[in-house]
């Protein structure tokens, strides 16, 4: 789960900086629609918040604001889809985990019973298991929550591009509005 979702997340990043000059371009020199088609062929949320922008452009500025807010929307929804089974697998592989500690240490009390006999050879089977179910558990939660702390972070950037490329394309669209 955690490798397809960065996997996933670093498909969706662009260069935004550089996007958004191509599409501040492209409004200049060819309009809203040329601009709209490049986010069209553009993947990622920042390109479709701003082709929803630039859809309702005519509309006028307060409209893009609106159609970029719902996309953003959307966006992070997206963005953030799966990260509570990452969330999940991080609490629940220690408690699988120390749950078998607890199996191993009764298997342990249980050969001490039938020995009737306390030594290292009868209780070793049992805490050997406790100690590896534990620490596959805790091996477990802190691979994922590695892949949880890459995702959320690249989900941030994400995040911060979108708002930094609404605001350019807003201001772009009030630059335009002002030169009429």
């Known amino acids: 789960i955690g ?4 996997i996933l997340l670093y498909r969706a990043g662009v260069n935004s900086r550089k996007f958004m000059g191509a599409v501040r371009q492209d409004i200049k020199q060819g309009g809203i629609q040329a601009a709209m088609e490049r986010c069209e062929k553009t993947r990622g949320p920042v390109a479709s918040i701003m082709h929803a922008g630039l859809s309702r452009a005519k509309d006028g500025v307060e409209s893009a604001e609106k159609a970029i807010t719902n996309a953003g929307s959307i966006e992070m929804a997206f963005l953030e ?6 969330g999940f697998i991080i609490v629940v592989a220690p408690m699988l985990g120390f749950t078998g500690t607890v199996w191993g240490m009764v298997a342990a009390f249980d ?7 306390i030594s290292p050879a009868v209780v070793a089977g049992g805490i050997s298991q406790a100690l590896l179910t534990t620490l596959f558990g ?4 802190m691979t994922v929550q590695l892949f949880h702390n890459l995702a959320t972070s690249k989900i941030d950037k994400l995040i911060i591009d979108m708002e930094e490329a609404s605001a350019d394309l807003v201001d772009t669209l009030l630059d335009m509005r002002s030169s009429k």
């Open 3 to 6: 490798i397809a979702k960065l």
């Open 81 to 86: 889809r799966g990260m509570i089974w990452l």
């Open 111 to 117: 050969a001490i019973k039938e020995a009737n006999d």
């Open 138 to 141: 805790l091996i477990v939660a």
